[in-house]
């Protein structure tokens, strides 16, 4: 089973670098279950490409189900509010990894922000 998601993170991985959300989207949404490095990839895979409201819908999606999001999660998300101009989420999440205890802001939180 920890080969299973690795493969398929991996895979995840792959599509979203090479620009096929949509491949990497099905692999996702096939996924028995998925880890943080799933939500991860596929946030950071959306930020990357353009898919800005759809990163925030997946950091929402990820935290009704349970999963919490770590600094890795934030820096996809900042990047994705930040090249869709979604400048109101963008700061929501800001302030929140600002208030969060468990997360330490980094340098490519605040990029994220001037940019």
């Not at 009704?64 to 600094?71: C, R, S």
């Not at 990047?79 to 101009?85: E, K, T, V």
Request: charge should be negative.
């Amino acid at each position: 089973l920890e080969w299973d998601i690795f493969v398929r993170n991996s895979l995840i991985d792959m599509y979203a670098n090479c620009g096929s959300i949509k491949d990497a989207c099905k692999v996702f949404d096939k996924m028995p279950e998925q880890d943080l490095i799933s939500w991860n990839v596929m946030i950071l895979g959306c930020a990357q490409h353009g898919y800005g409201r759809e990163a925030v819908q997946l950091i929402e999606k990820m935290q009704q189900q349970g999963v919490k999001p770590d600094h890795i999660t934030f820096i996809g998300v900042l990047f994705a509010c930040s090249h869709a101009g979604l400048v109101d989420e963008g700061c929501r999440y800001f302030s929140f990894i600002n208030e969060d205890p468990a997360i330490t802001l980094v340098g490519e939180h605040y990029a994220c922000m001037v940019d």
